[in-house]
């Protein structure tokens, strides 16, 4: 059985694993940030360990077309020759791709939309991103840009805000939700919402009201099968606003393809990312003859 190197480059941590072609993980570890292009490259590098391909996601952008890669909380504002750092160091295929678009992989692979071709993954932590698979394959755009659904403008009324995150990252995020119900961050938002505070549920159902716009507005332009939340602030208060975000995308989506569409939480967590990763990998082999793959076509 042949297994692949998998990894999730994070803002904080690193995740680093070998894959099964089943989904298995061995030898997985978390590992610090390593926050200069080079040492990222030597934290694969290091753990390589004969895999025959790695599978890597950035949180960020991803250029397929030149291999760049723009991840400002990780190796600073401008771009990286990310692709190009690899290859200088490994003799095996790398597959690299967005993390949003290593969750979607996992969830669709392994998670709550196992065998699904049609699926949407909405991440909303720090920042929000959207994973999108559709017909089996991962959508990306032209430069990699595709899933900053963060961008959506969904208040007509413009705030300063808005100019650094987009609309919709502003006002469900957790530092917004954090801002606006005057605390420090969105740990603290959860503590005090469940503590009854006031000021932090209603900050909460106003995020709520706007996740459920954006993710309407993904349900009617693309008309998956599942969307699966995922990221650490919506997980952490599912249990307070998942009522509430059904029913605004009720309210919002086309209605035949909302009748239609999953809404899951995800099963995956923090593995979905890793286990993206190793589908990436796994798939490029399985293109190439080396290595059958199991579950959803990439």
């Known amino acids: 059985m042949t297994n692949v190197l998998a990894v999730d480059f994070g803002g904080t941590k690193t995740a680093i694993a070998h894959v099964d072609p089943d989904g ?14 080079d040492d ?138 954090a801002r606006r119900a005057g605390l420090k961050d969105g740990h603290q938002v959860v503590l005090a919402a469940r503590a009854g505070d006031l000021d932090a549920l209603a900050a909460l159902e106003r995020a709520a009201d706007y996740t459920a716009m954006g993710i309407a507005n993904l349900i009617s332009i693309l008309n998956p099968e599942a969307v699966v939340l995922g990221g650490g602030f919506l997980l952490g208060v599912a249990d307070l606003v998942l009522d509430r975000i059904k029913a605004g995308i009720t309210r919002w989506a086309q209605p035949i393809a909302a009748s239609r569409c999953r809404i899951e939480l995800s099963q995956l967590g923090e593995r979905a990312g890793v286990l993206g990763a190793a589908r990436l990998a796994l798939t490029g082999l399985h293109a190439s003859g080396s290595v059958e793959t199991q579950g959803t076509r990439t």
């Open 24 to 37: 298995t993980l061995r030898d997985a570890r978390t590992l610090p940030a390593a926050y200069r292009l």
């Open 40 to 177: 990222s490259v030597d934290q694969v590098v290091e753990h390589l360990a004969g895999a025959p391909a790695v599978g890597i996601i950035v949180p960020g952008i991803y250029n397929p077309e030149s291999g760049h890669a723009w991840c400002p909380n990780l190796w600073g504002a401008d771009e990286v020759p990310l692709r190009a750092a690899l290859q200088e160091k490994l003799s095996v295929p790398v597959f690299i791709d967005s993390d949003r678009s290593g969750y979607v992989l996992g969830e669709s692979w392994l998670g709550a939309a196992r065998g699904l071709s049609h699926v949407v993954f909405v991440s909303i932590g720090t920042g929000i991103g959207v994973g999108i698979l559709s017909h089996g394959r991962v959508l990306t755009g032209a430069g990699g840009i595709a899933g900053a659904a963060g961008w959506f403008a969904l208040d007509p009324e413009w705030r300063d805000a808005y100019a650094q995150t987009g609309c919709w990252e502003a006002e469900s995020a957790g530092p917004g939700v």
